[in-house]
């Protein structure tokens, strides 16, 4: 295929820089609509990151995939969209989400079309030079056409390729006609030619749900994860724990990897260092002409280290490497607080990294962050130690009547302990935090004053300490003269 003109990144990336809600270390291309992650891949001494971008507008449409690499998954260099829809093939209306493997030497993306109407066939597409730049599609495609019997043909989709002895195995996100969500298993001997065997695990249980996008199989330790999104409104990620032993799977944990919509479609792979490192899509939450006027949508999460841990239950960190954009450390201890206290830091930002040890014998405590000195806008970051809830609540964090307005709450491990470990990251309008380790939320904010940045810490309905805090100003992951915070 050959290789099409587009604009400068670079040129791009300045144009934006100085919108004061677009983060500085999290990726997010150049300008216009982002969504799924794919093809995560480690590829002569750099790691890849392909992604669902619309080059023309900042909504979803026209969706090819944008490209980036890296030597270290966290400063990034834009590369060309790699693969782009074309008329009369498998992908007219679309290069839908998929994978990358290595065959025989070459680079081969593994990837959804979309063909009118309700169609989407399974394609191929082969690297032609080391940058990952230019790709050649397969003259086999589609190498499978569409779905199998028993599935709503436009609820088959983001195939998941992995080498297994001597052949190729992947799965396929579905939904079924009988309502069940599903992921559908094939072998090949040669990326081609394909012999379906029929549902790799189904299940009915969360009768919202109409099918699993995005699945995901890897091995942590002894045991294998199955990792799937849930379809339609974006209800979050859902994770099975269990054996597999090359042809059945069998699950013997399950739960919320996260909950919530903003949050979605994340890609994880093994890594030749044999960590399972996986990037997940946020998304934007205030309204379409908010994301026009802006000339961006989307964000890719942190990237983030898999584990399971001893409950049993599969979680992340952020990756190590991420210490590296550490700049300015700030230490505060001891700060002790009654019911219905609270406590301004003597700093302000909006690119922050916060580590922090909260103790209560109940009620409420945390932090107020991107706070405006009248108050009118702060976000605010709170452990509920009766409920053992963790919450982010936005409902004040903007007066733009364009911005959604949530409580985002996760459940908390209840480990018999007065004290909870947050976890925070700010980068401008977008949040993530962990409570203890385990339980995370990803969230949206967008202030609309310039100096909501100020941070407090608080306590309700009991007295409490905030035993530790770090705080660390963030660099960014681009060059200086795209923007500054």
């Known amino acids: 295929m050959p290789m099409q003109k587009f604009p400068d990144p670079k040129t791009l990336r300045q144009q934006l820089a100085q919108d004061p809600h677009r983060p500085l270390f999290h990726f997010l291309p150049p300008h216009n609509w982002m969504n799924d992650p794919n093809g995560l891949f480690f590829w002569k001494g750099r790691y890849h990151l392909f992604y669902q971008y619309n080059p023309r507008e900042a909504v979803w449409g026209t969706i090819c995939w944008g490209h980036a690499s890296s030597l270290d998954m966290v400063h990034w260099v834009d590369h060309p969209p790699a693969l782009v829809p074309e008329k009369g093939t498998g992908d007219e209306n679309g290069c839908w989400s998929g994978c990358i493997v290595e065959h025989k030497g070459v680079p081969t993306a593994v990837y959804s079309g979309f063909v009118e109407p309700e169609r989407t066939p399974i394609m191929l597409a082969h690297a032609e030079d080391d940058h990952l730049d230019a790709w050649k599609k397969s003259s086999m495609n589609p190498v499978i056409a569409g779905a199998p019997g028993g599935v709503r043909q436009t609820d088959f989709r983001d195939p998941y390729v992995w080498r297994e002895s001597d052949r190729w195995k992947m799965l396929v996100g579905a939904g079924m006609t009988n309502g069940d969500s599903a992921v559908f298993s094939y072998d090949s001997p040669d990326l081609v030619n394909w012999t379906y065997r029929g549902p790799f695990f189904r299940d009915g249980g969360i009768s919202s749900v109409r099918m699993w996008e995005c699945p995901n199989l890897f091995p942590l330790g002894e045991r294998y994860v199955l990792l799937v999104s849930l379809f339609p409104d974006l209800q979050g990620v859902y994770y099975f724990i269990g054996d597999y032993d090359g042809r059945v799977f069998s699950p013997t944990e399950e739960g919320y990897f996260e909950r919530g919509s903003l949050f979605y479609a994340p890609q994880a792979r093994l890594f030749p260092d044999g960590r399972v490192i996986l990037f997940g899509w946020i998304l934007e939450d205030r309204s379409e002409q908010a994301v026009q006027r802006a000339g961006w949508a989307g964000v890719q999460s942190l990237p983030?280290?898999?584990?399971?841990?001893?409950?049993?239950?599969?979680?992340?960190?952020?990756?190590?490497?991420?210490?590296?954009?550490?700049?300015?450390?700030?230490?505060?201890?001891?700060?002790?607080?009654?019911?219905?206290?609270?406590?301004?830091?003597?700093?302000?930002?909006?690119?922050?990294?916060?580590?922090?040890?909260?103790?209560?014998?109940?009620?409420?405590?945390?932090?107020?962050?991107?706070?405006?000195?009248?108050g009118s806008e702060y976000t605010r970051i709170f452990v509920d130690f009766e409920e053992h809830r963790g919450v982010l609540d936005t409902t004040h964090s903007s007066l733009s009547k364009q911005v959604n307005r949530r409580m985002l709450i996760t459940p908390i491990r209840d480990d018999s302990s007065n004290e909870v470990r947050l976890h925070v990251w700010i980068d401008r309008s977008v949040i993530e935090v962990w409570f203890n380790d385990d339980a995370v939320i990803t969230g949206r904010v967008y202030p609309t004053r310039v100096d909501a940045r100020g941070l407090g810490v608080f306590s309700s309905d009991a007295s409490g300490e905030v035993k530790r805090m770090h705080i660390w100003e963030m660099g960014q992951i681009w060059p200086a003269d795209h923007g500054k915070a």
């Open 304 to 374: 983030r280290q898999l584990a399971i841990n001893a409950q049993g239950c599969l979680v992340s960190r952020p990756i190590d490497e991420l210490k590296n954009l550490r700049g300015e450390h700030h230490l505060f201890s001891g700060i002790r607080l009654g019911s219905g206290g609270n406590f301004r830091l003597p700093l302000a930002g909006q690119c922050l990294e916060v580590e922090a040890v909260l103790a209560a014998e109940g009620g409420r405590m945390g932090m107020d962050i991107l706070v405006s000195p009248d």
